[in-house]
């Protein structure tokens, strides 16, 4: 009597089956053995005492070790699982000390090796060795799941193991000689081998010659080269960003020297690299822990690889957190007419050239329950005397102190606020300025709305008084970030976790007298004291961001925060291991500040991910431990898809084109009632993330039998193997949504093409351009077009002439300026009308032009020669945008090619007549009836002008006359004007409305699910 065990892998179990070969072959029992969490089983084995099971689970780049009893049945779950092989298929107990697992997507076989005397829990390789040669490995590497070895054996003295693969049919290799050389590698014994003649380390009682100093029977590409050349080969690999191969070399190298840190942590930093973020952790963590956590980096990058993991980990639940977030602000008490006394505090030093102009600042408040307190500390530069002057005509309650002795800002702050008499501190450095309204708004908003503390957005201005724009200093610029992140951010208080303070300063705070006594008052951080005030404050109460510019920031020379900018992150370092300490231990009073208490672990997802901190070793170490029990625990909970919906993933918060066209797919499907899931794909982005109108759909159900990947070929590996390894793609079918925009596909996006099972594309355009490097389906899906405008807009509130015909533009700095070509606009606008013609006016509305200053200048430069032209350089909500387009008279884009063309399709739904290049994806709603197709000749891509730029790469150069000419017609021509007005917004409502494309995704869906 036999058993057999058989892996039925894309049915996802495995079955036993009881043959009775006494007389002829019978079989006497069938059943489904193993079936809970398995994903293309695609080895199986048993034990030589047959008391477990290996089954290796290819989907989901594991094994897993079932212990061989009565009670096993399909529900049953692992004892124990092996990690680090990427799609494992061959598997065998070797004496049953070991487990051997053959890597179809590496040429390599993992060794694993039993902890004590059962396969409970979780096992990582202790050794990996090759098996063939990188020319056979790349014969059969036809995608990331294929290549390597797929088939192994062992013989019963483990003498020997065989391997096969599509281009290897039989290859035998030493398999006692591999076992020996991880153990003298464990010894530390192999940097001096003994002399030939001498006992073997080993221990088995042979002369080293005839036992461990063996010729290596094992065929190893570069046997002969160094550990030290390997390693040095892997680094430049490395460092020119060819992973794959850096991977192989770094494998090569602890094939010699099995546990050397530096090549486990340099080999998970590629792995990271490569979005293998589970193995990159568990591989610098081996590296920390043979060095005590001593080499450079590893505490640092140990953190990036557990933030990774952590990324996109529960979306759904920060989507909640917004909307208790946003009811909680909708509902906050107000107490109308209350006017507590403020106290405005100056530690003034050094600042002659600025202290008046802040003091007039102070007088000018149009809130009047106001005291002043100033204390210099210790000037050396006459300011004393300024003060002393200058409150001479003072009509505010005040005091001044000057000190001979210098002690420092937060010093003289404590003692300034100790003589305050105000419920409310609002300090002010002595070189800024306040708005007049700057105290009544923060009264209004903080202190009626029963706020402890809260702060303004600010203006910068130059030690001239002069407003400072993010395109004309570097400093500027990087606070301009400050509102991306506040906005991005789940609530206003996690928004101090970022990387930049969201204060600026510590005169933009405005603080209950209570608060800070509860806090102690600032501590002694040199250039942090504001940054580490807010985050204790934020422990006990959710700060207050008011959105009118209140504050002016002054830039100059002799800055605090610029004088040590090394000690300004040491500073930095210390006070966010203080809060994180607390947030990982303690419970908060305030339910939204950042904690694991209030948000669970993913809290700290961003800040590690982003590289933003260092926390101490226990503490990653016990991440580590809590993510891989959750992960485990749901790679074997997940289930098939049973659905006939959709599981759609996309950038659900962002405000750019790709965020705005998975929207409206998810607002088709509801249209349509298709069913799906809404799930945000949990990366960090570039850009404004505030979008919360389908927070209320996220969701993180999975059980529809379609996932679709809504995002850019760059970002798609990433979330593709977070949802891979967690078993969310199980039994599911891939499709992934892109745009592209040049007519060749670009080299770089290639390996995401095996990833995905389909393709769907916009346009005409891009299915053509995706259908030469691919054989699988390329679908045409559409977007719809769903423009609504809730309410009527007007010129004045974007600062626009009522008597002009309008022309807009619009464009995002980083989808490429030399793509969008809104310098040939400008050209055109010039052409068509003379100067002297000013019933006409044309509009750039753009954004990020302060993150390419040079694009930027170039058109600012083009407009200053043109007083009719407006460049608005600004975000706008989606609904504002709207309702720009829709107070202009006519859109143009004299783009060099576009995936589809969103502005153009909504000016067209809009009743807006259009001028576009007449090439590429726009070519798919706009013909010579709807629109004004401007000629074009083909000209090359230069280098630097796109992105993954290759040779060859062609795109359209726009007939600026001709656009020109139709910019004439549009002004003068009413009649023609309507007529295609009226013909755009008709083609549109009648091909791209939500039924319309909800049934064509409908169509293919059950074309797909009938499979």
């Not at 290996?54 to 124990?80: I, M």
């Not at 050389?181 to 464990?186: F, G, P, V």
């Not at 409150?391 to 000057?402: D, E, K, N, S, T």
């Not at 974007?798 to 300026?817: E, G, I, M, V």
Request: hydrophobic residues 35%; charged residues 25%; aromatic residues 10%.
């Amino acid at each position: 009597m036999y058993d057999v065990l058989i892996c039925n892998n894309y049915a996802h179990y495995v079955s036993r089956h009881i043959l009775d070969v006494t007389e002829s072959l019978t079989v006497k029992h069938n059943e489904i053995l193993l079936a809970k969490g398995l994903n293309i089983p695609d080895g199986v084995s048993f034990s030589n005492d047959g008391r477990w099971i290996a089954v290796s689970n290819h989907g989901k780049h594991c094994v897993f070790l079932y212990e061989n009893t009565p009670e096993l049945t399909q529900d049953s779950e692992p004892s124990g699982i092996l990690h680090g092989v990427s799609f494992p298929h061959g598997v065998r107990f070797a004496k049953d000390r070991f487990v051997l697992v053959a890597d179809a997507g590496a040429p390599f076989v993992h060794i694993y090796e039993k902890s004590g005397n059962c396969w409970e829990g979780r096992y990582e390789p202790v050794s990996s060795f090759r098996v063939m040669s990188d020319e056979i490995f790349k014969r059969g590497r036809k995608n990331a799941q294929e290549g390597g070895p797929k088939g192994i054996d062992v013989n019963e003295d483990m003498n020997t193991l065989v391997t096969t693969s599509d281009y290897q049919s039989l290859a035998f290799f030493d398999l006692q000689e591999t076992l020996k050389r991880r153990r003298r590698s464990e010894s530390g014994q192999t940097s001096v081998p003994p002399r030939r003649l001498q006992a073997c380390p080993c221990g088995s009682g042979k002369r080293y010659k005839h036992c461990c100093g063996e010729i290596d029977t094992l065929p190893k590409p570069n046997a002969s080269r160094s550990f030290r050349s390997i390693m040095e080969s892997a680094l430049t690999a490395q460092r020119v960003n060819e992973l794959e191969s850096a991977e192989r070399l770094y494998l090569e190298a602890l094939e010699l020297r099995g546990d050397d840190p530096d090549a486990l942590h340099m080999l998970g930093v590629v792995l990271y690299c490569r979005h293998r973020v589970r193995e990159a952790s568990a591989l610098i963590r081996r590296a920390g822990m043979a060095t005590q956590w001593q080499l450079p980096g590893i505490l640092f990058n140990f953190g990036l690889a557990l933030g990774g993991r952590m990324l996109g980990r529960d979306t759904a639940r920060g989507a909640k957190l917004r909307q208790q977030y946003d009811h909680w602000l909708a509902t906050r008490p107000y107490r109308s007419g209350y006017e507590p006394l403020v106290s405005v505090v100056i530690p003034s030093y050094n600042h002659a050239s600025y202290i008046e102009r802040s003091l007039e600042s102070i007088y000018a408040q149009t809130y009047r329950n106001l005291e002043l307190i100033i204390i210099d500390d210790a000037s050396s530069d006459g300011s004393p005397d300024i003060i002393r002057e200058k409150l001479r005509g003072c009509h505010l309650p005040h005091r001044f102190v000057a000190r001979d002795t210098n002690l420092g800002a937060h010093a003289t702050l404590n003692e300034a606020i100790a003589l305050a008499q105000g419920e409310f501190i609002n300090p002010l450095n002595s070189d800024d300025l306040f708005e007049p309204g700057r105290i009544a708004e923060m009264v209004e908003k903080v202190a009626r709305s029963e706020f402890e503390w809260g702060f303004s957005k600010c203006i910068c201005i130059d030690p001239h008084n002069q407003v400072v724009t993010p395109q004309k200093n570097n400093r500027a610029y990087i606070l301009s970030r400050i509102e991306e992140g506040l906005s991005s951010s789940d609530t206003i208080g996690s928004a101090l976790l970022g990387a930049l303070n969201p204060t600026i300063s510590t005169g933009n705070l405005f603080f209950s007298k209570s608060l800070y006594k509860k806090l102690g008052g600032f501590r002694d951080y040199q250039s942090n004291h504001d940054w580490d005030f807010c985050l204790r404050a934020l422990w006990y109460a959710e700060p207050r961001l008011v959105s009118s510019n209140l504050y002016r920031y002054r830039l100059h020379e002799n800055n605090t925060i610029q004088k040590s900018l090394e000690r300004n992150r040491e500073e930095y370092g210390r006070l966010f291991a203080d809060y994180h300490d607390k947030a990982i231990t303690s419970l908060p009073d305030n339910e939204f500040a950042p904690a694991k208490a209030t948000a669970g672990s993913a809290y700290l997802a961003k800040v590690l991910a982003g590289g933003q901190i260092s926390l101490p070793q226990k503490t990653l170490t016990d991440l580590d431990d809590e993510l891989t029990r959750q992960e485990d625990d749901s790679l074997l909970k997940s289930n098939i898809g049973v659905g006939e919906g959709l599981n759609l993933v996309g950038y659900f918060r962002g405000e750019a084109g790709l965020a705005e066209s998975v929207r409206t797919m998810a607002g088709t499907c509801y249209a349509k009632d298709i069913k799906v899931n809404i799930q945000d794909a949990g990366v960090i982005m570039e850009g404004r993330q505030n979008n919360r109108s389908m927070d209320r759909f996220l969701t993180v159900v999975n059980d529809q039998r379609t996932t679709i990947l809504f995002m850019i070929p760059d970002q798609l590996e990433s979330v593709w193997r977070r949802y891979f390894e967690r078993g969310d793609l199980r039994g599911r079918r891939v499709i992934s949504y892109w745009h592209w925009e040049i007519d060749k596909f670009p080299r770089k996006w290639q390996p995401a093409l095996e990833l995905v099972d389909e393709i769907w594309v916009a346009s005409e355009f891009v299915e053509q351009l995706v259908k030469r490097v691919t054989d699988k389906p390329v679908v045409r899906i559409p977007h719809a077009i769903d423009v609504k405008i809730l309410r009527p807009y007007s010129r004045t509130e974007f600062a626009l002439p009522d008597d002009r015909f309008l022309f807009l533009f619009n464009f995002d700095f980083y989808s490429f300026a030399d793509r969008k070509n809104p310098w040939a606009t400008i050209e055109a606008f010039r052409r068509a009308f003379p100067i002297s013609e000013d019933r006409v006016g044309l509009v750039i509305k753009c954004h990020h032009g302060e993150r390419h200053l040079e694009k930027f200048i170039l058109l600012q430069d083009l407009a200053d020669h043109d007083p009719r032209i407006t460049i608005l350089d600004c975000l706008l909500s989606r609904e504002e945008m709207y309702g720009l387009q829709s107070v202009c008279d006519a859109y143009v884009s004299l783009h060099r090619s576009e995936g589809f063309g969103l502005g153009m399709a909504e000016c067209m739904a809009l009743g807006k007549p259009v001028i576009g290049t007449g090439y590429s994806g726009n070519l798919e709603f706009m013909d010579s009836e709807n629109s004004c197709l401007v000629n074009y000749t083909l000209i090359p891509v230069k280098p630097g002008q796109f992105i993954y730029y290759e040779p060859g790469w062609m795109w359209a150069d726009p007939d600026v006359g001709h656009a020109a000419e139709y910019m004439i017609r549009l002004f003068e021509d009413p009649d023609y004007r309507q007529r295609i007005s009226d013909r755009a917004a008709a083609d549109m409502a009648a091909r791209y409305n939500h039924q319309t494309v909800g049934k064509i995704i409908k169509d293919r869906l059950d074309s797909l699910n009938k499979r």
